[in-house]
């Protein structure tokens, strides 16, 4: 199949490497001439484990090129893949669909014959139909059919989540289409992965419901750990007590302070708008949301608290800034709520992150940037664990606790425990939900 491929970004590069990987001819198109520029060149833009290599691999074998040129990618395409962001509307929460139709409009007036455009963005319910309005629009002779085809792949985990995914998420309205589709998906259909068919609406619909239903589960666990901290429970006993109930399930019970990152904040929000354009309020969302807001704030509570209710000259070491470990991406991370609010505060503010400091020197100003651990921790009043990097999983912590200069911790991620923590040396240790 050939493939054509718009925006070369956490989903769209990942997507169309993998799309190659299954022996079909990917172009891969992005309106950024320095992300294409460094794609040629064999550079990977973005930090995602194993990207570089499968990428290299498939260029080398002929399938997998990068343009600025869109119309080129999409002439005698079988599928064009619309994976341009869908970033929150700046004032109102909905889903902004600026990129998605700009898109829709370029690829209708490209297409030369029949194609399917698909949408791999995250959109809200009726997108797809305007997109093949946009198409038409743009040019009334193309031939095509739109389809959805949500994606549900995690950063840092990306290449395995597409090669092995739970499921795959289709919805069609012709046979053409899904043949065409059932052609693309048919390395993982072979390898009995379940492609599930549904309507344009079902598709675009079950991508907001899977991300607010998990977004929900990450806060109802929160909120129950800042329960657990007031009656003398365990958020790490409780959870397993309560993720071996098959009905419930083990993952994403982790406390922790809140979710972030780049598809939880504003899916959520955007779902909620949705309900309320349709006068059926998503309550439960619209509660996460809130929920989310103050864990995040409850974080910024704990760690004043630990510094004897003032940050004023307080030096602080932060291991880890981005949303979660094993990516760069910085968008929504809690750590954007949390570490301005310290540097607010007066406090002189160290920052240490494997992947990080690239996209968060720009959205982290007035902290400091060093290179371990233990660097960040010389002379630190506090030390709070915010992401945790392999790298912060096993840490040396009575060399930690001699750097320091008053040795406390914040665990927002409950790796350690307040009795390694104790025995280290530290005279105070703060978990969630411990
Ligand atoms: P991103 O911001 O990393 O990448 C988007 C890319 O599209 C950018 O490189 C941008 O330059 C390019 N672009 C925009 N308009 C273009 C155009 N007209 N032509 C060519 N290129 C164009 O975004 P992302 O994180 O990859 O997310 C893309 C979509 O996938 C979003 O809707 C998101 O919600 C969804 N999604 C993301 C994830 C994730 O983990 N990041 C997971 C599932 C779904």
Same mark, same amino acid.
């Given at each position: 199949m050939k493939i054509a491929m718009i925006g070369t970004g956490y989903v769209g590069l990942v997507s169309g490497v993998c799309f190659s990987d299954f022996g079909h001819e990917v172009v891969c198109v992005d309106k950024d001439p320095g992300k294409i520029d460094r794609l040629n060149a064999g550079q990977v833009p973005i930090f995602e484990p194993g990207l570089e290599a499968l990428m290299a691999k498939n260029v080398s074998a002929g399938r997998l090129s990068f343009t600025l040129d869109l119309a080129e990618a999409v002439a005698g395409a079988d599928a064009v893949f619309i994976a341009v962001g869908t970033p929150t509307r700046r004032?109102?929460?909905?889903?902004?669909l600026t990129y998605v139709m700009a898109a829709a409009e370029e690829i209708g007036r490209a297409l030369t014959g029949y194609a399917v455009i698909v949408t791999k963005s995250t959109v809200p319910v009726g997108t797809n139909r305007k997109v093949a309005e946009a198409a038409a629009a743009a040019n009334p002779d193309a031939k095509f059919d739109v389809a959805s085809n949500p994606e549900f792949l995690r950063e840092g985990a990306a290449i395995d989540d597409f090669m092995r995914p739970d499921r795959v998420v289709v919805g069609v309205e012709s046979q053409r289409a899904r043949k065409v589709m059932a052609d693309i998906y048919r390395p993982l259909f072979l390898r009995e992965f379940p492609v599930v068919y549904t309507g344009l609406e079902s598709a675009e619909m079950i991508k907001y419901a899977a991300n607010a239903f998990l977004a929900t589960k990450i806060t109802f666990i929160n909120e129950i750990a800042a329960l657990c901290e007031k009656v003398g429970a365990d958020i790490k006993d409780v959870s397993k007590g309560m993720g071996m109930d098959g009905r419930i399930? $083990?993952?994403?019970?982790h406390a922790g302070p809140g979710y972030g990152g780049s598809c939880f904040p504003k899916d959520t929000m955007a779902l909620a708008r949705i309900g309320q354009d349709h006068a059926v309020p998503m309550q439960i969302t619209e509660t996460v949301i809130k929920v989310n807001d103050e864990i995040k704030r409850r974080m910024i509570d704990k760690i004043v608290d630990l510094c004897d209710g003032s940050l004023n000259g307080k030096t602080i070491a932060v291991l880890g800034v981005t949303?979660?470990? $094993?990516?760069?991406d910085m968008r929504d991370a809690p750590s954007l709520t949390i570490v301005p609010a310290l540097v607010g505060g007066g406090a002189k503010v160290r920052v240490v992150d494997p992947q990080g400091q690239r996209e968060g020197e720009a959205l982290l100003p007035g902290v400091k940037w060093v290179e371990s651990p233990y660097q960040a921790a010389h002379g630190a009043d506090l030390v709070v664990l915010l992401t945790e990097w392999n790298e912060f999983r096993a840490l040396d912590l009575s060399k930690l606790a001699k750097k320091m200069e008053t040795p406390r911790m914040a665990d927002l991620r409950n790796i350690y425990s307040l009795e390694e923590a104790t025995e280290a040396g530290f005279q105070t240790y703060a978990a969630v939900g411990r």
């Open positions: 004032g109102d929460g909905h889903a902004d399930g $083990n993952k994403f019970l949303f979660k470990p $094993n990516t760069d």
